[in-house]
């Protein structure tokens, strides 16, 4: 869960449309909710209005709601619960839901807490300033704005084939107003066409910075797959890519505003081209372009899905020095069966023999994925399978969740259920697998030297990031100043670049030493 970066002002020339409204902006779920937030935030500066970081000071919290799985639904209500208490305990004055709860389950929100002023779709976003001066002037009619129709999406049974895939077949699937305060970055964005945004995707011009090392660049939104078990379609809306222009121009606009790294997220990154002319082909330039950009020293792409990941795209990964060779695999699972009752491409021959393809070009490639366990009709041996695959690949990075089912996807109706507490021992007993191969990957990083971002300084620790972790979902680095197992602090400012020598692990991070002399060699 994040918040916004702290007391963010209008900049001049602003359209102030507020009297300088404290705004806290609570973010949950993934990298692209991140993003909408920030845009959210852009939104709420040009108004007029302030942010805040922390919600006990606002005068107007939004909550940006996930619903992709049971857990996070629960998160989502439980946090909305908590920030309209802030009414009563502090000085908040209104509370809006947003994000995909709410476009998902707009109706149902406002009937179950009614404590929330206001339930807003993604059709709304563009709008919303406005409507928190209707909330609190009083006027608001109906709590539940800007949802639209729900999106059909597809559905299974209509998908068709196209080639390219390393599996052998794949689903279908600036202008910058100065701040007052430093921290503060706004950036004017050209409109896209209007058929090519849904209505989760960036349909207003400006976003925030708040001149950290790392920021997610949404580069799409939506997704045509037809997973069984998932219900994003539903409510993202068809996949729409953005074009290469915009990205590039809000790539410069948050490097030249402190970003080191760009990490590319989408519901289906792979997809990313699909729709523009020159297709998928165009994924290459892509990461090219953005390379090419001064000021960034790290891309990352995440959500890659393996039937969609093209060997020129695998290539162009390995061969740009400044693309992480940090490869983001939706598997879900490995067992045929399992994999093909949810509607996807693959087995665990097939996986195996993509990433040892990958490995062949790069043998310090970095993995990443996540599996369910305890979908329908998953068997003991399925999950044997599972662990297998994780014994004999050695996954750097993984994520296991139990299977929850979602309304209105075709899995919800599956017969032979697993019980929800033998999917809970599953995830348990694929956690410990694991855990051990985790733990051994980490330890081959040992007297290795990496180029690390340094993140953070907290509590005379100073944390850092290199091409294997992933910013909010892996481990990382713990810098230090001697190798001699006192494990001395290391002075280094946020956002510069060492080299750093691995002299041992803590469990899945690393811990690494950098000298004086290196520290104070990579300019500020």
């Not at 000085?91 to 404590?115: D, F, K, S, T």
């Not at 990964?317 to 400044?322: D, F, Y």
């Amino acid at each position: 869960m994040t918040m916004t970066a702290v007391e963010q002002r209008s900049p001049e020339g602003g359209r102030g449309v507020s009297d300088g409204r404290a705004v806290a902006i609570i973010t949950l779920g993934c990298g692209r909710n991140e993003v909408d937030s920030q845009q959210l935030s852009g939104l709420f500066l040009r108004a007029g209005d302030r942010l805040v970081d922390d919600p006990e000071s606002a005068d107007v919290v939004l909550v940006n709601t996930c619903t992709f799985i049971a857990p996070a639904k629960q998160e989502s209500i439980d946090t909305v619960l908590a920030a309209c208490q802030l009414k009563d305990d502090a000085q908040a004055r209104a509370v809006l839901i947003v994000g995909c709860m709410a476009q998902r389950y707009p109706n149902e929100l406002a009937e179950a807490i009614p404590e929330a002023d206001a339930v807003v779709g993604f059709e709304g976003y563009a709008d919303l300033p406005k409507i928190v001066g209707d909330v609190l002037a009083g006027r608001l009619g109906d709590r539940v704005v800007g949802v639209g129709a729900p999106h059909p999406g597809r559905t299974a049974g209509t998908v068709s084939h196209e080639a390219g895939g390393l599996l052998g077949r794949s689903l279908p699937v600036m202008v910058v107003d100065r701040p007052a305060e430093p921290s503060t970055t706004v950036v004017a964005e050209p409109q896209d066409d209007l058929d090519r945004i849904p209505a989760s995707g960036p349909r207003f011009p400006i976003r925030v910075h708040d001149g950290g090392p790392w920021a997610y660049l949404k580069i799409a939104s939506g997704c045509d797959r037809v997973c069984t078990f998932c219900a994003i379609p539903s409510f993202r809306g068809r996949f729409r890519s953005r074009p290469l222009d915009q990205l590039v121009a809000e790539a410069e606009f948050l490097a030249h505003n402190g970003a080191r790294e760009l990490v590319l997220v989408s519901e289906n990154t792979t997809s990313w081209g699909k729709d523009l002319p020159g297709g998928r082909a165009r994924q290459p330039a892509l990461l090219r372009a953005l390379a090419d950009i001064d000021g960034i020293e790290r891309l990352r792409l995440m959500y890659l899905q393996p039937a969609e990941l093209t060997a020129e795209l695998v290539e162009a990964i390995v061969a740009e020095p400044k693309v992480a060779s940090y490869f983001d695999l939706s598997l879900q699972h490995v067992s045929g069966p399992v994999v093909e009752r949810m509607a996807r491409s693959g087995d665990h021959v097939r996986f195996g023999a993509l990433i040892d393809r990958i490995r062949a070009l790069d043998a310090d490639a970095v993995f990443r994925s996540n599996f369910i366990l305890g979908f329908p009709g998953e068997t003991d041996d399925d999950v044997a399978r599972l662990e297998a695959f994780l014994e004999t690949y050695a996954l750097d990075w993984v994520g296991l969740f139990a299977y929850s089912a979602e309304d209105g996807t075709p899995a919800a109706d599956f017969s032979d259920a697993v019980d929800p507490e033998l999917a809970l021992a599953r995830v348990r007993r694929v956690s410990n697998v694991q855990e051990h191969v985790a733990d051994a990957a980490a330890r081959r990083f040992i007297g290795r030297t990496l180029e690390v971002t340094v993140q953070q300084t907290a509590d005379g620790a100073t944390l850092a990031r290199s091409y294997r972790e992933a910013p909010d979902t892996d481990g990382e680095i713990l810098l230090v100043s001697a190798d001699d197992g006192t494990r001395r602090a290391v002075d280094v400012p946020v956002g510069r670049t060492v080299s750093a020598r691995v002299i041992d692990t803590d469990g899945v991070d690393l811990i690494a030493h950098v000298d004086a002399e290196t520290a104070g060699a990579h300019g500020g």
